[in-house]
């Protein structure tokens, strides 16, 4: 293990060249860790292996996937794929949609996809136990640079959705998504609060009911 991994911190960002990042996240102390690269700085995150944070990471893909479906939206969806711009950027977030016009544009057989080729996802989503300030401040300001279209925080601890949208190198909050019209945060934020109560069963038959009747 090299000398910059058995020294690395985990969930701050710390100062480091490009390749000093790449050879930190290439040869990670857990395999499951995930990598941001932003403004010179690395953050390397071993993600929450619990309950709540796997729960709401699956109703969120489950949520988005059904409102687009009903909608006749189309998207493709990633889970914890890596988005890089050689020697500058670096993020993977916990899901991200790629959506309308630029649903199909990443063909199978990627691995990293590479922002110098393909334009930025859709919608970038982060689920935060313990990261929200961070999803909140610095990987906002990622996102932005990205050039993502929109990016929600699902804050796993309030049980509610944070959506913004992203323009102009600037983000702001919206109650409704603009990339999945229709789709109002607060229906999100129910069944979010109806997972504490019912199964996911439960909770996707009662927005079932809701997206089709919107």
Not at 114 to 133: M, Q
Not at 181 to 186: D, W
Request: glycine share 6%.
């Amino acid at each position: 293990m090299s000398e910059l991994q058995t020294k690395l911190p985990t969930d701050i960002w710390v100062t480091a060249t490009w390749d000093e990042y790449i050879q930190a996240i290439e040869e990670p102390a857990d395999a499951k860790a995930k990598g941001y690269y932003h403004n010179g700085q690395m953050r390397i995150e071993i993600p929450p292996l619990g309950n709540d944070h796997a729960s709401d990471h699956t109703v969120i893909i489950f949520a988005v996937n059904l409102f687009a479906s009903i909608k006749g939206i189309a998207l493709n969806g990633k889970d914890n794929c890596t988005y890089r711009a050689t020697g500058f950027k670096d993020a993977q977030p916990d899901v991200s949609y790629y959506i309308g016009d630029n649903a199909d544009v990443i063909p199978y057989g990627t691995s990293i996809i590479n922002l110098d080729i393909y334009p930025a996802p859709t919608l970038a989503i982060e689920v935060a136990n313990t990261s929200l300030a961070d999803d909140k401040g610095e990987k906002r300001l990622l996102y932005e640079d990205l050039g993502v279209a929109e990016y929600w925080i699902v804050d796993v601890q309030n049980v509610k959705r944070i959506a913004f949208t992203i323009e102009n190198n600037g983000s702001r909050r919206i109650t409704q998504s603009h990339v999945l019209p229709g789709l109002e945060i607060s229906l999100l934020n129910d069944a979010l609060r109806r997972t504490r109560q019912m199964n996911q069963s439960q909770v996707g038959a009662w927005l079932l009911k809701q997206f089709q009747s919107t």
